[in-house]
Nanobody
């Protein structure tokens, strides 16, 4: 059982920065990887960035060089530093966490409630 709560969204001008946070509670020690996804109105939810247990990160091509995913294990918190924001970054950003199933090789996913990011031109 894992609970994820995102925060840090808001309204920012193009070219500005925001830092999103995702606080995890519950069985956070079981989490294998975490990531950020986003969904704009009328669009499919898309992958933004992920960080694995060993600290290896991956970023979508659309945000590479602008967004950076990180984590603070002591605080059970994941971050998404967003720089050089563009209007097309406007979306609801969701925190995602995965852990191995107790039995079997499948993964169990958890999602936060989302935080709105709006970038004005």
């Amino acid at each position: 059982h894992v609970q994820l709560v995102e925060s840090g969204g808001g309204l920012v001008q193009a070219g500005g920065s925001l830092r999103l946070s995702c606080a995890g509670t519950g069985s956070t020690s079981s989490i294998n990887s975490m990531g950020w996804y986003r969904q704009a109105p009328g669009k499919q939810r898309e992958f933004v960035a992920s960080i694995m247990q060993g600290g290896i990160t991956n970023h979508a091509a659309s945000v590479k060089g602008r967004f950076t995913i990180s984590r603070d294990s002591a605080k059970n918190t994941m971050y998404l530093q967003m720089n050089s924001l563009k209007p097309e970054d406007t979306a609801v950003y969701y925190c995602n966490a995965r852990r191995p199933a107790v039995v079997g090789g499948s993964l169990i996913e958890y999602w936060g409630q989302g935080t709105q990011v709006t970038v004005s031109s």
